[in-house]
């Protein structure tokens, strides 16, 4: 398992082989210091470096989740219109942080008051759908 923090690969356009690649070149950076520091942990990492660069290579199988709460990353379908079997989409709800994170939320206060705090009247309610639905549904409703 390998979980790439969104500050690393921020704002980057690339194919899952270059996010592999990236993150492989970035932890091999520093092995011949750490073979010196620690050699056990870089023998560790030297096998995990060769796993990582097997998956980018596509000699072994893998799954890769992407976890994008702004909804900006985008893996191209190759059988399109038809549906990818080899891809799974879920939707869901920014989490309150995720939302103060991207800046939805003025101060950290806000992430913890129900609309009834807010004052919102029943009339003005409106229905929640997971973060992404409205545009996947009108892409899909496009393509058919």
Known sequence: LIQISPEAQRGSLSTVEGILARAADELSALQEERRKVDPKTAEAIDQFLSKLRACAKAE????FILDDPAGNS?????????PDPSLTIKFYERTPEQQATLGYVANQSQTGQSERGRGASSAETTTALPHGTVGATAGHRAIA
């Open 60 to 63: 072994t199988s893998f799954t």
């Open 74 to 82: 985008f893996i191209e379908n190759p059988y399109a219109p038809s």
